[in-house]
């Protein structure tokens, strides 16, 4: 049930009635294992829904209602394997998913993930341009902000 709400959130994209009816219903620690356990899989759809709902996630607390619920997330996800997946799939997936990937990373806005965008820069300057200028302006966003 709780992966159907994760990787079904482009269907809901930006609502934040959603949002807060799942980390209602969810202890926080069960969001993050299954958002895990949804970037491990093979399934493209899923994950970019799921990349959406991290990023939501971490920006949602914007409105009142989420703030408590994206410190949380933002405080949580630190300790997961997420960003390690994420990594993994700057390398191993279709170039529509590796640029979410990227975009992601540079949506979360933690610098301590710089150094995945950078190591992916290098690997990516010598065999896809195109990728290699859209790490670039994720990471200079990143480094000026």
């Given at each position: 049930?709780?992966?159907?709400?994760?990787g079904?959130?482009?269907?809901?994209?930006?609502?934040?009635?959603?949002?807060?009816?799942?980390?209602?219903?969810?202890?926080?620690?069960?969001?993050?294992?299954?958002?895990?356990?949804?970037?491990?899989?093979?399934?493209?759809?899923e994950?970019?829904?799921?990349?959406?709902?991290?990023?939501?996630?971490?920006?949602?607390?914007?409105?009142?209602?989420?703030?408590?619920?994206?410190?949380?997330?933002?405080?949580?996800?630190?300790?997961?394997e997420?960003?390690?997946?994420?990594?993994?799939?700057?390398?191993?997936?279709?170039?529509?998913l590796i640029?979410?990937?990227?975009?992601t990373?540079?949506?979360?806005?933690?610098?301590?993930?710089?150094?995945?965008l950078?190591?992916?820069y290098?690997?990516?300057?010598?065999?896809?341009?195109?990728?290699?200028?859209?790490?670039?302006?994720?990471l200079?966003?990143?480094k000026?902000?």
């Open positions: 049930m709780l992966r159907e709400k994760i079904q959130y482009s269907e809901q994209f930006l609502d934040g009635k959603y949002i807060e009816n799942l980390v209602q219903k969810h202890t926080m620690e069960d969001i993050l294992t299954e958002i895990s356990n949804i970037l491990k899989s093979k399934k493209t759809e994950i970019h829904s799921t990349l959406m709902l991290i990023r939501d996630l971490c920006i949602a607390g914007s409105t009142n209602i989420l703030r408590d619920y994206t410190y949380k997330f933002r405080n949580l996800v630190l300790e997961t997420i960003f390690l997946i994420m990594n993994n799939l700057l390398y191993n997936c279709d170039i529509l640029k979410d990937v990227i975009y990373f540079g949506k979360l806005n933690f610098p301590q993930n710089i150094i995945y950078e190591k992916a290098d690997y990516y300057d010598n065999n896809d341009q195109d990728v290699s200028s859209y790490i670039l302006n994720e200079e966003w990143l000026n902000d």
